[in-house]
Structure formats: structure tokens, C-alpha cells
């Protein structure tokens, strides 16, 4: 195991440096740069900006000099954002973000694996089809519809809970967010579970169990959803990254101050460093969230085995 | 025997039909014409697509043409400005009695008493001249309980009860006060009053100073009338211009910028649905080259290929598109090239798989034997064998290449104005989805009615052609 984690980071770490590089490159062809005006600055001024910046040395030095500061954890100025580094903007920006993923997908997954377990237990009947029709509209449905409705709806109409913002953390700025972000993958998952678990339980193991008389709960928890839950797992890396890219449409619609809006924003005021910080983050982040993953599956199966 | 015999002869026949000869693909094709949904989301799309290519020719107005004076106008089946104005809302509430011909006379600003709510002040009243059996107070009663009016009253009824004459106060402008006033701003005139009768505007003017002899100009350049001609009082104070009311259809109403929503919708389908092919065949052909190359070749080549699709796989590809399309520009090339970029990888994994169990077949042996060359049974053995499998998938990318697209096009990353798609105006409808909720409603159903039916089709399709993962 401890080899298996070893081999994955050895592979990892290329992998990072292949992002850093392929983004560093691109951004620099592009036209234009963060300090480039609708009235230009005045060339004096600009040269000593970029000078300050380090932006006129020859673009192989910086890239060396990007990957060192990388090395030792420094991400650098923000260009968009004058005053804060990237590091500032990451540590405000991150646990935002980060805590409608991860309560994004906790409830994605327990709410996913509840349904889809309730539909297959009551297959081909109105459960089932209530469970299937409300995940077809869930997956098809797109976000950027999902909350502007929700918005309305609930923060204009009803008035229950605040449209946007985010109220330095309180739960009501959290919910219609993190309602947004779940609704697909709750979609997906309770799919995912039912088709897994109405085949699990057709298999002879779980009908020998019955046979035997275990109780129906025992029967479907222990015996038939160990089985089934597999594929939701191995779900669960992509439904991260659907979580990062929805991120960024709902932390947009919400004015949420999350690490998604940023990188918007940044991309489009050509804010080099801000642009790379964030392409660095949420790779380290999903190249982790991969290993965990694999991981629990070994867990969870043992007949699989990473020597 | 007899058993035997009758066995046989039903073996006898099964092999007889079998030989009439049913192929795989005339297989699928009848089991995909059974499934009923997949059946009818195929024709859907057909349909779709038929409107989003014809569609914008017929329509009846351009996808760029803009009314001014027909801004965020909501979806009616009654062509504008009948569906808008005021007559229209008193129709409804007069039954089966008709309007004849009606005018309106706005109230001088200072009749109004001060202090009075701007809401229960009207802005101006408005004379019916009704026809039809059973007219009585009963009508006004019914006028005053609509919202925009208030103070109706039946001023002459003939003995017959068959026509009469009704007033009442009008609480709102409607579209055609609002025009005509707009127009007649422009020309520095004061609405005196105006009668419509059918298709025609007659409208008294008047001016502190000369009327400006252009005065029909001013008002045929609004939306609303045309041909207008104008008949100016000898002491040159006054006027009375008349002119034809055009009426415009807007099925699904109008954006903010007056554009009929009905041509844009269909417009924006031709680009969602284009981006959602091209893209897909993009994925399509590197997916295919690719995975088939290095499912045949296997051994080192295929590990190496395949682990730079591992590290793809764990880029963040969805900021690399950010990244290309806000670096190089919104076009729609760039658009489906980066989408198609991002879907390939599926592809090649689905096809690598797949070819590593067809080049253990023994035809492919067979023509290794018979000396045919690596490319030759790679295009005419290994490819056609996927087709199945791929055509699957190609009808699950395309609505997520949709998806992505609309996706892009809400962080107004799209294609550029005034060409439009899906997602630019979903992302214009949540703007000002408070007000002009249509401008949402309509985009979303024509988007995931397609993703519906695409999700439908390629479910059908797999089904039909691997019956073995039913």
C-alpha cells in the first residue's frame, strides 16, 4: 500500500509540473497582459511596472523563477488585485469554496445513495419512477438555470433566504449554493446506485443471505450495497471536478468570494500569477482527491489489491 | 422419433430464416424501432433541427432586427400592439361584445388632485363604441374589476340593448400610449387624443408652438404605424395625423434589446447544435486514431499513450478552455475545438478497450496472414468493429459538448453578438429573469428538451446495439 501511494505521487509530481508548464506557456502567447489599458500606460511608467513585476526579463527566466517560488509555497502578487498576494486571496477564497464542495458532496453522496437504493429496492413502480424522473430533470437541467431560479424563487418570492453573498460564513448564504452545486450529483449518483444495486441484488450471494433469513436490512446494507456502492465511489472522482467547474457558475450567480470567481475574473485581467495559483490549487487538489479515492476503493473491495 | 423429427423441423426452419440473412446492424435497427421513447425523441430531434435550419428564414422576423419600441414585450399568441394594448384586456372582459372602434383622451397632468397614489391616478380615459346583444351596467361592472381600470360607466345604450357606448378610466399606458407618446416627444406635440378603428390610428396633436411639418414622420418611424399621413390645422397649432397599425408576432416575446426571441431561440439552436456535432466529431476522430493506435499496437505504446491520457485526464481541462478562449479570442471554431479537445479522452480509453478485444480476433489474425498492413487492418477490420460502441457514445457527448457550451457562454465566453446560442441566452434570461421571465423559459425548454432527447436516443441505441448490457 505504502508503495502504491509512493508510485502515485512519483506520478503526480510530473503531472503538476506538466499543468504549471502547459498554463505558464499559454498564457504568456496570449495577446495582451495584466497591466495593457483601453488608454495606455504611459511607457516610462509601464516598463518600470513590468520591471518591478519581473515581466521584461526573457520568459524562460521567469518560468524558472515561477517554478522556484513554486517550490518553496510562494504563488506570488496578485496583478488584478493590487496589494494582496495570492496566498491572501487563496486564504480567504479557499475555505469558501472549499466548503460548498465538500458539503456539496457529502450530501450528493448520502442523499444519492438513499434514493437510488430506495428505487431499486421498489424497482418498476411509482418510487422508482418518481426516483428516475426527478434525476433525468436533475442531470439535464443546467446549473446556470438551477440558480437563477432558486434565487428567485426562494430569495425574491418567499423571501426565506438571503440571494447572494456570503455573510462572513452563516449557513443561510450557504444553502441555496450548495443546493445548486449537489443537485446533479445527486442526480447521478442515485443512478449510478440504482442500476449497481438492482443488479446486486439479483446475485446469488444476496439471495442465498435471504435464503438464509438475515434480515432485510442486513440483507441490503451489509450484503448488497457493500457491493453496489463501487461504482458511486469511483464516481466520486469526477464528481469533484463537476463540483470545481459548477463552482465557478454558482459562485458567480451568488457572489460567492470563492476561488471559482476568481479565476474568472483573473483570467480575463490577464492576472498571470493569480491564473496559475488557481490552475495549481485545484490540480493538487484533484490529483489528491483521486488517490483518496482509489484508495477507499481498496478498502471498501479487497479483492483489490495496489502492489 | 416423432419427437426428434419435430425437433429438427423447427431446427430446419430457424436455420432457414436465419438464412434470409438478418445482419447486426438490421438487428439493432429493429430492436432501437421498438423502443418507443428513443423512436420519438429521434423524430423530436429531426424536428428540432429542421426548425433551428429552416426555421430563422421563415420566422417572421430577423434574429437581428430590433423594435424599440417592442422592448421585453412578454410571448402572446396575438400578434402586438393588438396583445398589448388596452382594448385587448377590455375584449376579454366584454365577452361576446364587440369593439367597434374605442379612443382615448389622456388626462392633463394638473386634473390630476394632488396627493393622489401615482397608482390610482389615470392617465388618461378611454370611449368604447360597443356592439353586440345583451349590453348593459353589467359590462361596466365587469370593466371596473379589471386591474387597469377603474370608474367605468355605459354612457349611451340604444333601446335595443345592441350598441352602446362605454368610459372608463385607464390606470397604465398601454403599449400604444407609450409609443405614440415616445413619437410625439420627439416632435414636441401634446397628445390631444386618439381613436383606433380596426387597423387605423387617427391622432389629434397639438403644440404650443407650429406643428413641425414632418409630424407624420415622427410618427411612422416608431414600430407600431406606418404609412402615416398628416393634416395640419390652417394656424399651424394643431394636427391630425392617421395611420396604419402594424401588427408584429412575438410568439416567445421580445429580449431587452426588442429582438424576437422566436427567431433568436432558433438562431441560437443552429450554433448550440452545430458546436455539439463539430465538437463531437472533433472528439470522435482524435478519440478513434488514437485509441485505436494504441489498443493495437499494445505493449509500450499503449502504456505510454495511455498514461499521457491518465495526465490529461487529472488536468483541470475546464480552466485550459477558460484559458484558450479568453486568451485567443470568442470564435466559434476555437469554441468546439477546445470542447472537442476536452472529450476526446473518454473516446480513447472506450476505444482502446474495445480494440484490444478485437485484434485478438481470428479475422484479424487472418489478415495479418495474408500479409495486409498495420493501417489497412486498422481502417478496414478494427475501426468498422467499433462503430457500435462509438456511435453510442457520440450520443452522450453531444449534450454534454452542449452543456459545456451553454456553460462557457453563461460566463459570457461565448460566441460573439448579435450571433447568440443557448447558453448566451439562458445567461441573458437569468439576468432579468425578475422581469422578463420568458426570455429563460423559452431557451431552457428548447436546451433540455434536446438534452432529453439526446439522452433518450443514446440510451436507445445502446440497448439495440449491445443487448448484452440491457
Redesign the interface.
Known amino acids: 500500500m505504502a508503495r502504491y501511494i509512493l508510485r502515485r505521487l512519483a ?2 509530481i ?2 503538476l509540473f ?2 504549471v508548464s ?2 505558464f506557456f ?2 504568456r ?4 497582459g495584466p497591466f495593457s489599458r483601453e488608454r495606455p500606460l504611459d511607457p516610462t511608467v509601464l516598463a518600470n511596472i513590468e520591471r518591478a513585476y519581473h515581466l521584461s526579463d526573457p520568459l524562460f527566466l521567469q518560468y524558472l523563477r515561477y517554478l522556484g517560488n513554486l517550490l518553496r509555497g510562494d504563488l506570488g502578487p496578485s496583478f488584478v488585485f493590487r496589494d494582496f498576494t495570492v496566498q491572501d486571496l487563496f486564504r480567504t477564497g479557499l475555505p469558501a469554496s472549499i466548503q460548498l464542495g465538500a458539503w456539496a458532496l457529502l450530501i450528493s453522496v448520502v442523499l444519492g445513495v438513499v434514493l437510488g437504493v430506495i428505487a431499486a429496492l421498489y424497482q418498476n413502480r411509482t418510487v422508482d419512477y418518481a426516483v428516475i424522473g426527478t434525476a ?1 430533470i436533475g ?4 446549473s ?2 438551477v ?3 432558486l434565487s ?1 424563487v426562494i430569495g ?1 418570492w418567499l423571501d426565506w433566504l438571503p440571494t447572494g453573498g456570503w455573510g462572513q460564513g452563516a449557513w443561510q448564504y450557504k444553502v441555496l449554493p450548495i443546493a445548486t452545486l449537489a443537485l446533479p450529483q445527486v442526480a447521478i449518483i442515485a443512478r449510478l446506485t440504482r442500476g449497481s444495486m438492482i443488479e446486486a441484488l439479483r446475485s446469488n450471494h444476496v439471495r442465498t443471505a435471504r435464503a438464509y433469513g438475515l434480515p432485510t436490512r442486513s440483507v441490503v446494507v451489509v450484503h448488497s450495497l457493500r457491493g453496489a456502492i463501487l461504482p458511486v465511489v469511483s464516481y466520486l472522482g469526477p464528481a469533484a ?1 463537476g463540483l ?2 459548477g463552482s ?2 454558482v459562485e ?2 451568488f457572489t460567492v468570494p470563492g476561488i471559482g470567481r476568481y ?2 475574473q483573473a ?2 485581467g490577464r492576472d498571470y500569477t493569480l ?1 496559475m495559483g ?2 495549481v490549487v ?2 493538487v487538489f ?2 489528491l482527491f ?1 488517490l483518496v479515492v482509489d484508495l477507499l476503493y481498496a478498502l471498501i473491495d479487497p479483492r483489490i489489491r495496489y502492489d | 422419433m416423432a419427437f426428434w423429427s419435430t425437433f429438427s423441423r423447427r431446427e430446419d426452419t430457424r436455420l432457414g430464416r436465419a438464412a434470409a440473412g438478418r445482419s447486426l446492424w438490421k438487428d439493432a435497427w429493429a430492436r432501437l424501432r421498438a423502443n418507443y421513447a428513443a423512436m420519438a425523441s429521434a423524430a423530436f430531434l429531426v424536428l428540432l433541427i429542421l426548425a433551428c435550419v429552416f426555421g430563422p428564414a421563415v420566422a417572421p422576423h430577423d434574429y437581428r432586427q430590433q423594435f424599440q419600441d417592442y422592448t421585453k414585450v412578454p410571448a402572446s399568441l396575438t400578434p402586438y400592439p393588438e396583445a398589448g394594448s388596452e382594448a385587448a384586456a377590455l375584449a376579454e372582459a366584454l365577452g361576446d361584445v364587440e369593439i367597434v372602434d374605442y379612443g382615448f383622451a389622456p388626462l392633463a397632468e394638473d386634473a390630476v388632485p394632488e396627493g393622489t397614489p401615482p397608482t390610482e391616478s389615470p392617465v388618461g380615459r378611454i370611449t368604447l363604441h360597443l356592439s353586440g346583444s345583451g349590453i348593459d351596467r353589467s359590462l361596466a361592472e365587469s370593466v371596473s374589476a379589471l386591474p387597469r381600470f377603474a370608474d367605468a360607466a355605459l354612457t349611451e345604450t340604444a333601446a335595443d340593448g345592441r350598441s352602446g357606448t362605454l368610459t372608463a378610466d385607464v390606470l397604465e399606458p398601454d403599449i400604444i400610449l407609450d409609443s405614440l407618446n415616445r413619437a410625439l416627444r420627439r416632435a414636441r406635440v401634446d397628445l390631444v387624443n386618439y381613436a383606433v378603428a380596426g387597423d387605423r390610428i387617427t391622432i389629434d396633436v397639438a403644440s404650443a408652438r407650429t406643428v413641425d411639418p414632418r409630424i407624420a414622420e415622427f410618427v411612422a418611424r416608431s414600430d407600431l404605424f406606418e404609412n402615416a399621413t398628416s393634416m395640419i390645422a390652417p394656424d399651424g397649432m394643431s394636427a391630425a395625423i392617421s395611420a396604419d397599425i402594424v401588427s408584429e408576432l412575438f410568439l416567445f416575446g421580445t429580449d431587452t434589446n426588442g429582438r424576437d426571441l422566436l427567431a433568436r431561440t432558433l438562431v441560437a439552436g443552429r450554433i448550440s447544435l452545430t458546436i455539439g456535432l463539430l465538437a463531437s466529431v472533433v472528439a470522435l476522430v482524435l478519440g478513434i486514431g488514437y485509441g485505436a493506435v494504441a489498443g493495437y499496437f499494445g505493449g509500450r505504446t499503449d502504456m505510454l499513450m495511455m498514461r499521457v491520457v491518465d495526465i490529461l485526464y487529472s488536468l483541470p481541462f475546464i480552466f485550459f478552455v477558460i484559458l484558450l478562449i479568453v486568451f485567443f479570442g470568442r470564435s466559434v471554431v476555437l469554441m468546439f475545438v477546445a470542447v472537442g479537445a476536452v472529450e476526446w479522452l473518454d473516446m480513447a480509453r472506450i476505444v482502446r478497450g474495445q480494440t484490444l478485444a478485437i485484434k485478438r480476433h481470428e479475422y484479424v489474425e487472418a489478415a495479418q496472414a495474408l500479409g495486409v498492413g498495420t493501417g489497412g487492418i486498422l481502417r478496414r477490420h478494427v475501426v468498422p468493429n467499433l462503430l457500435g460502441t462509438v456511435v453510442v457514445y457520440v450520443t452522450l457527448v453531444v449534450p454534454k459538448v452542449i452543456l459545456l457550451e451553454s456553460f462557457l457562454s453563461f460566463l459570457s465566453l461565448g460566441v460573439n453578438e448579435p450571433l447568440t446560442s443557448w447558453g448566451v441566452l439562458i445567461s441573458e434570461g437569468s439576468r432579468n429573469l425578475q422581469g422578463a421571465p420568458w426570455l429563460l423559459v423559452f431557451p431552457t425548454l428548447f436546451l433540455v428538451a434536446t438534452l432529453f432527447a439526446l439522452n433518450f436516443v443514446g440510451d436507445g441505441l445502446r440497448d439495440a446495439l449491445d443487448p448484452k448490457d440491457r
Open positions: 506520478i503526480a510530473p503531472t506538466i499543468i502547459i498554463s499559454l498564457m502567447v496570449a495577446p495582451g433525468a442531470i439535464t437541467i443546467p446556470f438555470v440558480a437563477p431560479v428567485l425574491v471536478a470545481v467547474t465557478v457558475v458567480e450567480i479565476f474568472v483570467a480575463l491564473v488557481t490552475v485545484i490540480a484533484i490529483l483521486n
